[in-house]
């Protein structure tokens, strides 16, 4: 978001059956798409930035992000429950999905098709893909994280995260490829140090509660320096990626905190919540420096790009 002219694409979505794109600098509405099928948990822009991915309850719909078409252009049909994660390949390619039927799959984008399907024996409420893109490593209701080798078309690892049967709501593993964290519905993040030569291989490192109740997102920055945690107790915190120490603790919202994505600089963070606004945060300040108001419930979901 800075160092002069920057195409952004900020998209939101959640209870209230739209979709809001936004002009990112001013804060005004560019666009509004019904979307009636259910509510939105996820959203998710191709690498091109030209198509907007919806998880929804049980379909994902994809939708023109530059034209003016109200209707998605294509769907993922298989799931039979809600669709909880979402994301793409590198290149566009393919894109992966997992859902609380149970199951992670691997789509072809353009053949509009199931490649993959890995049933995981509980609800998986995330998932991501390793900088490797040979690897996809997903969060599981029953406390569970699961490894799949995409290559050998197989779980290569499941581990108990800390010991306990306690849901894992989100997992994200730093663009550097050196660490990988799992958040959970009491309000750890339990860290995992990756073996660059078998990226199977997870050395637990000291786990810490990072809040109170429900971390909702947890994620690392493009630049691999911070960590963000949003969650329930209405507040994000920002964290030093190197020895997890609390940085900064960004105040505002007033409900529960869903989502929330860095700017490609690392120098931003948006936010989405329950209390229908989404929130760009100026990290080194920790300020609000815009607001984004429009929908009527509850932001569960929300997509960035800046480039």
């Known amino acids: 978001m800075s160092g002069g002219p920057v195409k952004v694409v900020l998209a939101t979505a959640g209870y209230d059956h739209v979709i809001k794109f936004w002009e990112v600098s001013g804060g005004t509405t560019l666009r509004t798409i019904p979307y009636?099928?259910?509510l939105v948990n996820r959203l998710c822009?191709?690498?091109?930035?030209?198509?907007?991915?919806?998880?929804?309850?049980?379909?994902?719909?994809?939708f023109d992000v530059n034209g003016n078409n109200p209707a998605p252009v294509t769907s993922f049909d298989g799931h039979t429950s809600n669709v909880t994660g979402l994301g793409f390949q590198r290149e566009g390619k393919w894109m992966y999905t997992c859902s609380e039927d149970g199951s992670v799959k691997v789509w072809d984008v353009r053949a509009s098709g199931c490649q993959r399907d890995y049933a995981c024996g509980s609800p998986v409420n995330a998932v991501t893909l390793h900088p490797n893109q040979a690897e996809l490593i997903c969060g599981l209701q029953n406390g569970m994280i699961r490894v799949l080798d995409l290559a050998e078309n197989k779980c290569s690892r499941e581990q108990l995260v800390g010991g306990k049967e306690v849901p894992v709501r989100s997992i994200s593993i730093s663009p550097d490829a050196t660490q990988a964290v799992a958040a959970d519905n009491e309000g750890k993040c339990h860290f995992y140090k990756l073996a660059a030569e078998d990226t199977s291989k997870f050395e637990t490192l000291p786990p810490f509660a990072a809040h109170k109740t429900y971390i909702l997102k947890a994620l690392f920055s493009p630049d691999a320096k911070l960590l963000a945690t949003a969650s329930a107790d209405k507040t994000i915190k920002i964290w030093s990626a190197k020895d997890h120490q609390l940085l900064k603790t960004l105040s505002g919202h007033s409900r529960w905190v869903w989502d929330c994505a860095f700017s490609i600089d690392s120098g931003y963070l948006v936010s989405g919540s329950s209390d229908n606004v989404a929130r760009l945060w100026e990290l080194n300040s920790g300020e609000t420096i815009r607001q984004y108001s429009g929908h009527t419930k509850a932001i569960s979901a929300l997509a960035l790009a800046d480039y």
Do not use: C, I, M, T
């Open 36 to 38: 009636q099928d259910s």
């Open 45 to 62: 822009l191709s690498p091109d930035k030209n198509l907007l991915a919806v998880a929804g309850n049980p379909h994902v719909r994809f």
